[in-house]
């Protein structure tokens, strides 16, 4: 078995109902690993405050939209 690296994703606009369905099927992903959300809400909520069935399967809290501040964090960023 390979020690693939798993890609580092963010994802702006996070509590879109595009944005569910995506961190949906990356959370299927093997290769996949969400590392940041962020959002124009204010407060930025944590994700399952959103999406409640993301109990458990992702801790994340959104950020601000800053696609600067995601540089070095992320592999790629989902709009």
Not at 6 to 26: C, D, H, N, P
């Amino acid at each position: 078995m390979s020690d693939t690296k798993k890609i580092r994703v963010g994802i702006i606009g996070a509590t879109a109902y595009t944005s569910r369905e995506t961190i949906r099927l990356l959370l299927g992903h093997p290769q996949a690993e969400i590392v940041a959300l962020s959002s124009r809400r204010d407060p930025q909520p944590h994700i399952c405050e959103v999406f409640p069935e993301f109990e458990g399967r992702l801790d994340l809290r959104c950020e601000p939209i800053d696609p600067a501040a995601l540089q070095g964090r992320v592999d790629v960023a989902l709009l």
